[in-house]
C-alpha cells in the first residue's frame, strides 16, 4: 500500500530548537580553526548543512552511511537529489518558506538513496544566523523511520482487520442466510487485504470440481454459473486434503500449478484456506491479487479467522438443517402411524384370504412355486406396516442376520418385469460374497431386502432404455459394501444434499419417503448409505454395512 508522502509541521519544535542551540554551542567553543564540521563529523545519524539556495555545504560519515554518497559527491549539489523525483520541488515550494518565516521545521518524507532505493525519515531544520541575526544556511538533521512507520503500518493494518472481524462476527451472529455471510466474508477479505479476487469454494464430493458459492472480481463470461470446473481443482485436491494455507508466490512460474482459469484472469499471487472439512464435504476461502505478493503470517491469520466464523456459520446451519429434518420426520412418523392403522385390518384379510388359496393350490400345480413368493411379500407388507407405526422409532432388540446373496437374488427376481418393460437390464457381480452365509445385521428381518428394494427400483427408474443397472457386493475390513450404479442422468448438485430429506422427491407422483427411511434402517444398524451423483453420467449408491457370517440366513428365501 502507497504511503501518502507529504511533509508534515511538528506540534513541537523541541528538536530543532536543540539542533540549533547545540550547533551555536559548538561555534562559540570552538575556534575558526575547527570548525562545526568537526562536531557535525562525529554525530552517529545523518546532520549536514545547506546554503539557502538548497545546495550541499557539508556532510557527515551519518549521512553517508544513511544515503550512501560519500561528501565528494554531494558537495555543492542540490538537496533535492536526497529526495524521489515526484518531491523535487519540495525544498523551494514548502521547506525553505516554512524555515524562513518560522526559523524551524519539522518534517517526516521520503528519501532515496544512491541505490535508487526509499525509505522514510524524519527531518529536522533549523536556519543559521550570522551575528546580525541574518539567515546564512541551513542546518538539517535526519533520522531512519523506515522500522517505526513499518511498525505503525502494521497495528493500522491489525486494527483494521480486528474491525472486519469484528463486522463480520456481528453479521454471523445476526442469523443471516449462509449465503449472504459467504457474499459479505468474501468482500471483506477483498477489501481488507487489499486483493482484486476473493471466493468462497466448496469441495466436490469426488475432489474434482470447486463449486463457487461466493465471489468478488470474477469475470462472469470466464465461468460457469456455479462452478470453477477442473482447471482449478488443484485446490480441491489440496486445500481439502490439509489443514495448512495453500500461499501461491507467483502462479506463472510455480512448477506445482498449471491453472489457466487464474492465468486468464492475469493472477499472479495467493493463498487458501480450508474450513468445515467433514466427512465428504470441505469449502475453501481464496484471496487473490494480480501483483506479485508475499503474504505474512497476519494476513494468512485474518484468512484463517474469516474462515473459522465461516465454518462455525456452516455448523450452525446444518444443526438447523438437521433440526428441520427431525421435525419432518417427526410429522412422517405421525403421518405413517395413521398409514399403518388404516391398512392393517384390509392386509390382515388379504393374508386369511390367501390361506384359502394356498391350501387349493396342489404342490403339483405348476405355479405352486409363486404360493410361496406371495405369501412371503404378504408377510413383508405387514411387518412394513409393523415398522411404520414405530417410523424413526426403532426398539432395541436382538439384530436379525440378513444374508445379503439371498436379499439382493429376492430384490433381483421381483424387479425384473419392471425392469423389462424400461427395457432395463439388471446387472450383478457377487464374486466377492459368493458364500450364502455372508450376512449383515438388521433391527428387524426383511429390513435389507426393504432398503436394496427401494435403491435398485430407483436405479431401473432412472435409468434410460437400454441402460444398465449393476449391482455388486464386496466384503473388505469386516464391512460389507453393496454397490448400486445406474446409467441415468443424476442429480443436480444444488439438490443432491436434500436428497434424503422426508418428502422431497424429483419424481413425478412420488412420496419422498423411500430413500429417506432407508438410509434410517441402514444407520439404526450401525451402517451408512451415501449417494455419489454426477450430472449427465449416473448415480452411485453405496451400502455399507457390519460384517456377520452365520450358518443359516434368517432372510426369507
Known amino acids: ?291 506479485r505478493r508475499s503474504f505474512d503470517e497476519g494476513e494468512v491469520a485474518f484468512l484463517q479467522m474469516v474462515a473459522t466464523l465461516l465454518a462455525q456459520a456452516v455448523g450452525r446451519d446444518r444443526l438447523e438443517q438437521q433440526r428441520t429434518e427431525t421435525a419432518k420426520l417427526a410429522a412422517t412418523a405421525r403421518i405413517a402411524a395413521s398409514i399403518a392403522h388404516e391398512i392393517n385390518n384390509p392386509i390382515a384379510g388379504i393374508k386369511h384370504a390367501f390361506l384359502l388359496v394356498q391350501e387349493a393350490v396342489p404342490q403339483t400345480h405348476p405355479y405352486h412355486a409363486y404360493v410361496g413368493k406371495i405369501q412371503r411379500e404378504i408377510d413383508r407388507i405387514a411387518q412394513i406396516v409393523r415398522q411404520m407405526f414405530k417410523l424413526y422409532q426403532p426398539e432395541s432388540q436382538n439384530q436379525h442376520a440378513s444374508a445379503v446373496r439371498t436379499a439382493i437374488s429376492d430384490v433381483t427376481t421381483l424387479l425384473e418385469s419392471t425392469a423389462r418393460q424400461r427395457e432395463v437390464t439388471i446387472d450383478q457381480t457377487l464374486c466377492a460374497l459368493c458364500d450364502a452365509s455372508a450376512a449383515v445385521p438388521m433391527s428387524q428381518e426383511g429390513q435389507l431386502y426393504q432398503v436394496l428394494y427401494n435403491v435398485v427400483q430407483n436405479a431401473i427408474e432412472a435409468s434410460p432404455v437400454s441402460g444398465v443397472v449393476t449391482i455388486s457386493a464386496a466384503l473388505a475390513d469386516r464391512l460389507v459394501t453393496i454397490t448400486v450404479t445406474d446409467q441415468g442422468e443424476g442429480v443436480v448438485p444444488h439438490l443432491e444434499e436434500r436428497i434424503f430429506e422426508p418428502f422431497f422427491t424429483t419424481k413425478l407422483g412420488g412420496m419422498g419417503l423411500g430413500l429417506s427411511i432407508s438410509k434410517s434402517l441402514v444407520e439404526n444398524a450401525g451402517g451408512s448409505l451415501e449417494l455419489d451423483s454426477t450430472p449427465g453420467r449416473g448415480t452411485v449408491c453405496k451400502i455399507v454395512l457390519p460384517f456377520r457370517r452365520v450358518a443359516s440366513s434368517n432372510q426369507p428365501a
Not at 22 to 39: C, D, E, K, N, W
Not at 238 to 250: F, L, M, Q, V, Y
Not at 265 to 271: C, D, M, P, R
Open 1 to 291: 500500500m502507497e504511503r501518502k508522502k507529504t511533509a508534515r509541521l511538528p506540534t513541537s519544535a523541541v528538536g530543532a530548537n536543540k539542533l540549533a542551540r547545540g550547533l551555536s554551542r559548538a561555534r562559540a567553543a570552538y575556534p575558526p580553526a575547527q570548525p562545526v564540521s568537526y562536531i557535525i563529523q562525529q554525530a552517529h545519524d545523518a546532520v549536514y548543512t545547506l546554503d539557502l539556495r538548497g545546495r550541499i555545504t557539508s556532510w557527515n560519515t551519518g549521512a553517508e552511511h544513511l544515503f550512501g554518497y560519500s561528501a565528494a559527491e554531494v558537495q555543492g549539489k542540490h538537496v533535492r537529489l536526497l529526495y524521489p523525483q515526484r518531491d523535487h520541488a519540495l525544498f523551494q515550494s514548502f521547506i525553505l518558506p516554512q524555515l524562513l518565516e518560522k526559523g524551524w521545521l519539522q518534517f517526516e518524507v521520503s528519501a532515496q538513496r544512491k541505490s535508487g532505493g526509499e525509505f522514510d525519515r524524519l527531518v529536522s531544520m533549523s536556519l543559521l544566523r550570522n551575528e546580525t541575526q541574518r539567515p546564512i544556511g541551513i542546518a538539517a538533521y535526519a533520522i531512519d523511520i523506515t522500522a517505526r512507520k513499518n511498525a505503525e503500518l502494521k497495528i493500522a493494518t491489525l486494527a483494521r482487520q480486528q474491525t472486519a472481524l469484528v463486522q463480520l462476527g456481528q453479521s454471523t451472529l445476526s442469523g443471516i442466510p449462509v449465503s449472504m455471510l459467504f457474499e459479505a466474508a468474501t468482500k471483506t477479505v477483498a477489501g481488507t487485504l487489499g486483493v482484486e479476487y476473493s471466493a468462497v469454494l466448496e469441495v466436490s464430493p469426488d475432489q474434482d470440481t470447486l463449486l463457487l458459492r461466493a465471489g468478488v472480481g470474477w469475470k462472469s463470461h470466464l465461468i460457469r454459473p456455479a462452478s470453477f470446473g477442473g482447471g482449478h481443482a488443484y485446490s480441491a485436491a489440496s486445500a481439502g486434503r490439509s489443514k495448512e494455507p495453500i500461499i501461491i508466490e507467483d502462479l506463472r512460474t510455480d512448477p506445482r500449478f498449471n491453472v489457466p482459469f487464474l492465468l486468464k484472469h492475469n493472477v499472479v499471487s495467493g493463498v487458501s484456506v480450508s474450513f468445515h472439512c467433514q466427512q465428504r464435504t470441505c469449502w475453501v476461502l481464496s484471496a487473490y491479487t494480480t501483483k
